[in-house]
């Protein structure tokens, strides 16, 4: 099959790892089928990347109005007649193309993805009269990455609408290729990665309650205060993440809110133990046997005596390879490129 991906993320130009991100379905896609990726850049050009051909397109330095994500799809749409299938892997990069000509894939809708900032709830309120709101009418088929979002989708529209989880890359994220980080000199530590929907007063709450506990965060946006058993690390190649991952005793992640997460997929791929908070979008993705729930902890966010309750991670790797592995996720995206029936839930 040929497939056209459109992404405004991709390993040139993103702020996620090279093994993150849901633009990740098109290398295990490129195993066995004919893939070309439209993307932005700062120049038009074409080059292969292993056996992914990129076409990038020229944008302007700043993303006014969307005009880089609206110049990718002008692309897509102007090749999309090549192609068996045509797949914007994000709502963001549909504006041009033809009613009907293409599956989307949706990450975040305003009732959904609460910010704090004014900014960021303006641009996402943008984005949805711009870009989603159109994309909705004119997908043929459209992928939520979360039942929340599948809620959110507007009625009419409910009925070309299915909840396809996000994947993750078990190749990678494979706690056999974990050596002992060099970031942090700590044996015996905590690790929370990004910063995406945290919620800081919970994780600050955790980090006060527990002062006899190391804590690793990477990624985050601002620190959450002076204390003592804090360590903050930024920009760490991928190998170096992983290697966190595979070291520390367990993850944390409480969350405001949640569509998917990359770091709590990778956790699970490292087979690691996580903490995290019960709410929707995370309940799609963890439950009772692959996490540690914060509400069943000890009065005041104690963290004491938790690695009895460390599960197996084993057992926890495995659920990631047969429910999240990327190929699992490709087979039912597709599924919907040749328009076979794709159970709604």
């Known amino acids: 099959m040929k497939i056209l991906f459109l992404s ?50 020229k944008g302007p330095r700043r993303d006014f109005f969307f005009l880089r ?54 641009f996402l309120f943008l984005k949805y009269l711009v870009l989603q709101k159109r994309a909705l009418r004119r997908a043929k088929h459209i992928g939520v990455v979360s039942r929340n979002l599948l809620e959110a989708i507007p009625q009419k529209f409910k009925s070309k609408a299915s909840f396809i989880p996000h994947g993750v890359d078990t190749e990678f994220w494979d706690p056999s290729l974990g050596a002992a980080p060099d970031s942090v000199a700590l044996k015996d530590f905590v690790l929370c990665v990004g910063s995406h929907g945290l919620d800081r007063d919970l994780l600050t709450a955790l980090v006060h309650a527990n002062p006899s506990r190391q804590f690793v965060f990477v990624g985050l946006k601002q620190r959450l205060g002076e204390f003592a058993n804090t360590h903050y690390l930024y920009q760490l190649p991928d190998a170096e993440l992983r290697n966190l991952y595979a070291s520390a005793i367990f ?95």
């Open 69 to 122: 994500r609206i110049a990718i799809s002008k692309k897509g749409s102007q090749i999309s007649g090549q192609f068996d299938a045509v797949h914007a892997l994000y709502s963001d990069c549909t504006f041009s193309l033809a009613p009907g000509s293409y599956t989307v894939t949706f990450h975040v809708l305003p009732s959904v993805v609460k910010y704090r900032s004014i900014r960021q709830r303006a």
């Open 251 to 345: 993850m944390i992640r409480p969350l405001l809110f949640a569509t998917a997460n990359n770091s709590i997929l990778e956790s699970l791929s490292m087979g690691k133990t996580l903490l995290v908070n019960r709410s929707k979008g995370v309940t799609d993705y963890l439950g009772e046997e692959t996490c540690i729930f914060m509400d069943t902890l000890q009065a005041g966010y104690s963290l004491e005596n938790l690695e009895r309750r460390l599960l197996d991670p084993g057992t926890l790797r495995r659920h990631a390879i047969d429910t999240f592995g990327w190929n699992k996720i490709l087979d039912t995206y597709i599924m919907l490129y040749q328009d076979k029936n794709v159970q709604h839930e």
């Open 8 to 57: 405004h993320h991709w390993t040139t130009n993103s702020h996620h790892s090279r093994h993150s991100g849901f633009q990740r379905i098109v290398a295990f896609a490129a195993k066995h089928h004919d893939v070309t990726v439209v993307t932005w850049g700062l120049q038009d050009q074409e080059f292969g990347e292993g056996s992914v051909r990129v076409i990038t397109v």
